[in-house]
């Protein structure tokens, strides 16, 4: 029992189990009530969404890929890639926009950084 627990991974249950567009979309739906959602509500939204950024996508093998071009170490290919472009949707972009604009909320404590 110890060693199944210290073998499991969070990462990468929290990517097969609560990353998908269904989900995503389902928080965007929920933030786009944010004036009535508890202040907690929206907080857990946005860890999600923030942890959702800080997923990497790692490679089935497991070796740390390494590509060479003609000009010598490519860096953009040495780049880990992360879930973050699954939030870049018109759906998310729309509420986020309307949320930063929004001049009622400014002034509001429950609202703040």
Known sequence: MNLTASEF???TYF???FVSNQ???MYTQLLSQYAVNAAE???HIVAYLI???KIEIK???G???EFDDALGKNELAAKTSTMEPMLYNIGLLTVLDTILNDKA???KNDFEA
Do not use: A, P
Request: proline letters at 0%; hydrophobic letters at 30%.
């Open 59 to 61: 490679n089935g093998d």
């Open 105 to 107: 909320i400014r002034d």
């Open 23 to 25: 989900i995503v979309f």
């Open 63 to 65: 070796d740390e890929m």
């Open 41 to 43: 509500i929206n907080r």
């Open 9 to 11: 991974d969070k990462e």
């Open 15 to 17: 990517s097969r189990k």
């Open 51 to 53: 942890r959702l950024c």
